[in-house]
């Protein structure tokens, strides 16, 4: 099947009936039914473009690292210790300017289009904040908004913490009487963020030594995030049965045999690999260590990797620091050639997905007719109730699920 292709003939995820009464905070109309897929058409007023954040300059750097971490009473002399990262690139996250490149161009799609949506842009853990965004709308007269979270799987931190703190920000700005907050479904499997991701294994194959063997000298590592073991079990649906590491792992696994499919590499090794956790060492994490997984490789007879930043959207600081600067090097110590592939950034096929996603909810658009290259999805618009538990934290009021 051909990359442009992808995304026909999907198999809408299932779950449950929503039981009577259930409540979702702060939604529209349409979707406080708590029905799995909104099938209704809705008028909003206005696109959420809701990122992490990220430090400007070096006395950013503490501050920030601080909001990330509030709660956990961890002390500046720890924070320190992960600042060097940003320090080493003059205490400034590329995670801002690239979401302003990525507002741009779904601005620019937007317009290509003829769709009249302002894109509104709010981070969680710096300026602009989610409160800011908030309150731009309000000003603008905006009463309806269509958030994009800027990640794309199922777990607490990559979507019900956004969920938490739209919750957050309505409530400190005093506006959950007077603005409405959806939000697109997780898109790990929507075409115009696995494209990307398929282009760039393609090329890198390509990019390698003619007299390394693709089927046994290589082997692509698909990286993203680890997170707790106790929180990847309770990503997605209980009643979906994902078992270990829950859907946060599963929908990794299963777009990663997509990616190997439709870029010609079906039979060429791989693994799921993860990296920067954090947390004590007596907290179990999602691994193998990407690092770990690569000194590994020489024994087995490999000479190159391929390191496929699957889990992110953009080159943040993780990635330029995880994979470009500690994963390259440990290849290059074991004598590994390595490519990494570009993650999405404004890729036109993701920047277009995006759009496609926001009209899925503008057009009501029926769950079997949305594009999803697994068989795990198109996923919810409706978060499930329980989904994405934070096991250490407990649950805390969520936007655009069914409480709790």
């Not at 590994?336 to 899925?360: S, W």
Request: hydrophobic letters at 40%.
């Amino acid at each position: 099947m051909a990359a442009k292709n992808l995304g026909t003939k999907p198999r809408p995820a299932t779950s449950a009936p929503c039981a009577a009464g259930a409540v979702v905070p702060g939604a529209t109309p349409a979707a406080q039914s708590g029905d799995a897929h909104v099938e209704v058409p809705v008028a909003y007023d206005a696109i959420l473009l809701a990122g992490f954040g990220g430090p400007e300059g070096q006395d950013d750097v503490i501050p920030f690292l601080r909001n990330v971490t509030a709660g956990r009473g961890i002390p500046d002399e720890r924070l320190e210790e992960v600042a060097h990262h940003y320090r080493h690139f003059g205490g400034t996250s590329p995670i801002n300017q690239q979401n302003r490149d990525l507002k741009a161009a779904l601005e620019a799609e937007l317009a290509s289009r003829g769709i009249d949506l302002p894109v509104l842009w709010g981070n969680r853990n710096w300026d602009p904040y989610l409160n800011d965004a908030l309150r731009e709308a309000n000003e603008a007269g905006h009463r309806r908004l269509i958030a994009i979270a800027t990640s794309a799987y199922s777990s607490y931190s990559s979507c019900r913490q956004y969920r938490e703190d739209f919750a957050d920000a309505l409530e400190d700005t005093s506006l959950g009487d007077v603005i409405e907050i959806d939000k697109v479904r997780q898109f790990f499997d929507h075409p115009g963020f696995v494209t990307p991701f398929i282009e760039g294994v393609r090329d890198a194959l390509a990019e390698l030594p003619a007299d390394i063997d693709r089927l046994t000298e290589v082997e692509v590592l698909f990286a993203t995030h680890s997170i707790p073991s106790t929180d990847a079990a309770k990503s997605g649906p209980a009643e979906r049965g994902f078992g270990e590491g829950g859907a946060y792992a599963a929908q990794h696994r299963a777009v990663a045999e997509v990616v190997m499919r439709e870029a010609g590499a079906g039979d060429v090794p791989w693994q799921l690999v993860y990296q920067s956790r954090s947390g004590p060492p007596s907290m179990p994490w999602l691994e193998p260590d990407i690092n770990d997984a690569i000194e590994e490789l020489p024994a087995a007879g490999r000479k190159a990797i391929i390191i496929v930043p699957l889990g992110f959207v953009s080159d943040h600081m993780e990635v330029l620091w995880d994979l470009d600067n500690e994963a390259l090097e440990t290849a290059e110590e074991h004598g590994l050639v390595a490519v990494r592939v570009p993650t999405p950034g404004t890729h036109p096929a993701y920047v277009a997905g995006l759009v496609d996603l926001v009209l899925e909810r503008v057009n009501g658009t029926p769950a079997a007719e949305r594009p999803a290259v697994t068989e795990l999805g198109p996923w919810y618009d409706v978060c499930r109730p329980g989904c994405c538990e934070n096991v250490r934290l407990g649950f805390r009021p969520a936007l655009s699920g069914i409480a709790p």
